[in-house]
């Protein structure tokens, strides 16, 4: 049985049974999430590393990462030895700083022995509890089941889902403000022909017509996989499918059943059409059709 409240994340860490390869991995992941960047691995199959399990950049400045995931918990003394050994290949590498991902609970005097055996090299240690809560974040649930097979609980799957939504909801803003920048930098109007001149559609306009397609692609595809669900063929969350139940019957209620269907495949093929050339026109890639 699964344990609650992030406990499950942090026994499979500390009882670590996948390897030095696999931690590797693991650790390079975590750290790109951390904001690390160029993130180079050295040998994580084994074999002459130079000091250091991989190379990194952290605000402009070179780093080394080091990995240490033995099963269970050591004690600190054993700790402390691979940390020094680690800092040395710091020196060896000429980095400024050094990531320190451990498995193991360090507490904060601990911590603090670790971070000032040489206050000339930047530490930033990912020790036990830190790296279980960063996997235990929405955008970190894919890595952790591929890593430590914890699957999503139905609250996890809402969290992750909401989490999708809002990181889309702050692209789409963005697109938006940059296109609105563009337009205040450009005239009113356009020139079509030599001697024609069509006034630009407002962004209100553009935007009212995308939710339009939207809705409709959406609902036809709601209709599809409703019916999978009644033959059978697939099976959805009950509570993500009764907010799809309700938010088809919002749009029926705001377009009328009559004006959603069913269409051609010559209309189904338009209504996409309009949707991918909207969408290019805040921003987004050609024949981005999701709904």
Known sequence: MRRAEGRETFHRLLEWDKGQAASERLAALILEQEGFRDIDPSHPLGGKDGGKDMLCEFNSSKWIGAVYFPRGQQ???????KYRHDLEGAYRNGAKGIAFITNQELSLMERKILEEMDKTVDVRIYHLDRIANILNTPKMYGIR???????????EQLSYFSYVNEQGITRIE??????????RNQTEKISVFDDTEEEVRTLKEVLEAENLFFDKIWFDRHLSLEYRIEQGIEDVNPEIWKGAMEAARKVIEKYGEENLGPYSDFEWGMLNGKLSALRWVLGCEWDMLDT
Do not use: G, R
């Open 174 to 183: 963005q697109k938006l403000d940059d296109l609105c920048a563009n337009i």
């Open 145 to 155: 089941l591929e890593y430590l097979e914890i699957e999503m609980t139905k609250e």
């Open 75 to 81: 004690s600190f003394s054993e700790i402390k030895k």
